[in-house]
């Protein structure tokens, strides 16, 4: 059973950078393809990044360009270094592979704010 747990999320200013870590443990990591998702206050969880064993990568168009994802598969963690952060960024981000999810973790709240 795959566990996951999200650290790295705060409170910044508008402008600022967070890099978002996700801990993984318990299957083959390095074989999936792992995503970044959101969810802000009244609305649905959204992908923000993914990247696949071979990193290639995807972006959400609003996050292209601040966002970069990246692994460690022989640490089984994946990161989300985020800069020129927005107050529309605010909500809990969260890591899961793609295709069948597991079990969610609790995710780490972004708050954007001046």
């Known amino acids: 059973q795959v566990q996951l747990v999200e650290s790295g999320g705060g409170l910044v200013q508008p402008g600022g950078s967070l890099r978002l870590s996700c801990a993984t443990s318990?299957?083959?990591?390095?074989?999936?393809?792992m995503g970044w998702y959101r969810q802000a206050p009244g609305k649905q969880r959204e992908l923000v990044a993914r990247?696949?064993?071979?990193?290639?990568?995807y972006y959400a168009d609003s996050v292209k360009g601040r966002f970069t994802i990246s692994r460690d598969n022989a640490k089984n963690m994946v990161y989300l270094q985020m800069n020129s952060l927005k107050p529309e960024d605010t909500a809990v981000y969260y890591c899961?592979?793609?295709?069948?999810?597991?079990?969610w973790g609790q995710g780490t709240q972004v708050t954007v704010s001046s």
């Open positions: 899961n592979k793609e295709g069948t999810k597991v079990p």
């Open positions: 318990g299957s083959i990591f390095s074989i999936y393809v």
């Open positions: 990247i696949s064993s071979n990193d290639n990568t």
